[in-house]
């Protein structure tokens, strides 16, 4: 059965229509347990409060005034904090309870930070000062490259806690992706494009690989590429709806305008994909845009819709990691793991070691401890089952797996889904 979406911010803000459709989400809950042995906060705290059940039933009884939050801040805190975001729950149950996007909604109205001032307003000078921003990145790839984070302390303070983990998990930035682009020679825009390429962040600044090989894959094309374009997916995990309906129009018309309502646009990023297709859901209460949504949201694809790998000849033990914020019924993926199954043959085996997603959208940042913790034992599922190659949905969970499994010494290699492609050429 196809499942539902509940990404409509504007149900959740404080106004009574919008508690309202909180509400019915909450009310679905029966209480049946099957959510239990998906949630790996639950998995390695068998508590009440670190299960997705107790998470609805906290909600529940907030929206029907059983318990006032002004007097348990703290269980609510502890309640919220713990859950790593990553939708697997939700994959679980059968009312289709969206509960990562509830903790997110819960988290707001109580006024929890879930990220950083610092971090926020990192992110925010992406959109406002963008020359500000790409300098500032390569301030602290220099300052990584030299090992001067300690010098300065940075990663000592608490609200940089972030830097300190991403140092810790995240490759070596390489040359930008732009920069990349630009010394190849390849095309950055262009009139009438095939296709608009949305990079993901890591495909920017990270692994400019990402985007090479995205662009390879999409072949001798007019490629339009969006650096540096904001979706609004930021802004609606942290609560910033009307800057996040803003940037979602933004993206929207710029996509009519460049293409003619026409060409496909194309992203690495599975987050942000997940999030692009539910761009209708986003619009609801906005008839005229959630009509130009339903254009727009045909024509995203994630780029395993275009790997080709050839048939293979290695025999490795491969699995794929599907973790996500954002779900998405694993139907929009059916291309790739019929390659995964068929095509790329049957030395492919496809694991099912996922009772510990790697944590996704901005989780990792907002949750660096605990996401540690998943990883870890993400890792020990990893090297029980023998798994050899592992292919990530997104370029974050590559890295953050692939920092693990080397911290313990483990063989096996994790990559974002476009290297399939090359593995098998
Ligand atoms: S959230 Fe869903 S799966 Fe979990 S207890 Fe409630 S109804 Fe059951
Ligand atoms: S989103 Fe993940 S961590 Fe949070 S309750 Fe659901 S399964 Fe557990």
Request: hydrophobic share 40%; net charge positive; aromatic share 12%.
């Amino acid at each position: 059965m196809k499942k539902k979406f509940y990404l409509n911010p504007a149900s959740f803000v404080s106004s009574m229509g919008k508690v309202q459709s909180l509400q019915n989400s909450v009310m679905r809950c029966t209480r049946c347990n099957s959510c239990l042995q998906s949630c790996p906060s639950y998995l390695l705290k068998p508590e009440e409060t670190s299960s997705p059940r107790g998470r609805v039933q906290l909600l529940r009884l907030i929206l029907e005034g059983k318990i006032k939050p002004e007097n348990h801040t703290e269980l609510i805190q502890k309640t919220l904090e713990g859950c790593l975001l990553c939708g697997k729950c939700s994959l679980a149950c059968a009312g289709d309870i969206p509960v990562a996007q509830q903790v997110l909604c819960l988290s707001k109205e109580m006024g929890l930070n879930t990220v950083s001032s610092s971090f926020k307003f990192f992110w925010r000078a992406k959109e406002v000062f963008p020359k500000f921003f790409d300098f500032f990145i390569r301030f602290i790839q220099f300052l990584r490259h030299w090992k001067m984070f300690a010098v300065f302390g940075i990663s000592k303070k608490s609200s940089f806690y972030w830097v300190r983990f991403a140092h810790r998990t995240l490759p070596a930035p390489k040359r930008s992706l732009k920069a990349t682009l630009k010394k190849m020679a390849l095309p950055l825009s262009c009139q009438k494009p095939d296709f608009i390429y949305l990079p993901s962040l890591e495909a920017c600044y990270i692994e400019p690989e990402i985007g090479q090989k995205t662009l390879q894959i999409l072949g001798s094309q007019k490629i339009h590429v969006l650096f540096q374009t904001s979706c609004g997916l930021f802004e609606y995990l942290y609560g910033e709806h009307a800057r996040c309906l803003t940037q979602a129009k933004n993206l929207l018309t710029r996509w009519e305008k460049i293409s003619n309502k026409k060409v496909p646009l194309v992203t690495d990023s599975w987050e942000v994909f997940a999030f692009l297709k539910n761009y209708p859901t986003l619009f609801a209460s906005l008839p005229n845009w959630q009509k130009r949504a339903d254009t727009f949201s045909s024509h995203i694809h994630f780029i395993s819709d275009y790997i080709k790998p050839k048939r293979s000849t290695l025999k490795v033990k491969t699995a794929m990691d599907y973790s996500s914020l954002l779900f998405l019924p694993l139907e929009n993926i059916s291309f790739t793991r019929r390659i995964l199954k068929t095509q790329a043959g049957k030395n492919l085996l496809e694991c099912d070691y996922s009772r510990f997603p790697t944590a996704l959208g901005g989780a990792v940042f907002a949750r660096p401890l605990q996401t540690e913790k998943v990883l870890l034992e993400q890792v020990n599922d990893i090297a029980q089952q023998q798994i050899e190659q592992i292919y990530c949905l997104s370029g974050w969970a590559a890295f953050m797996l692939s920092a693990t499994l080397k911290q313990q010494k483990l063989t096996t290699q994790a990559q974002h889904i476009v290297f399939l492609q090359d593995q098998h050429d």
